[in-house]
């Protein structure tokens, strides 16, 4: 009887200890970044054959209205224009952060594999 009480208060006690040393939660917190790091890294490599996409903006080049003044004066002429950030508002993913998905989305399924992270936002306004 006794062995079988202690038996039980082991298998009581344990997870509450899986449990305590589960709080550290350090090696699950530097694994994920460390594996994004890598990622994008990839991503920009192959980024370089191709000019489809643009990895500045996130974009496909051909409907990228910062690259493209083309582009540009065609999203300006049906009103779809983001003064404060100069780019299409259907593509101001400043305004509009779900638009990045969006394309990313595009990007996703021509290579089948997550874009490039954009970096055009990282100082605002590039100085010419
Ligand atoms: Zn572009
Ligand atoms: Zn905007």
Do not use: N
């Amino acid at each position: 009887m006794t062995t079988a009480f202690r038996a039980r208060a082991v298998a009581l006690l344990a997870p509450a200890v899986v449990a305590l040393v589960g709080c550290g939660q350090q090696a699950p917190k530097s694994e994920p970044a460390a594996v994004a790091e890598k990622k994008g890294e990839k991503a920009k490599k192959e980024d370089d054959h191709s000019d489809w996409w643009c990895a500045e903006q996130g974009i496909p080049e051909e409907e990228c209205s910062m690259c493209s003044s083309k582009v540009a004066k065609a999203f300006k002429d049906k009103g779809d224009w983001c003064q404060e950030h100069d780019r299409a508002k259907s593509q101001c993913f400043v305004c509009d952060p779900s638009l990045k998905e969006k394309f990313a989305a595009k990007y996703r399924a021509k290579y089948g594999q997550e874009p490039p992270e954009p970096e055009a936002e990282k100082d605002g306004k590039g100085g010419s």
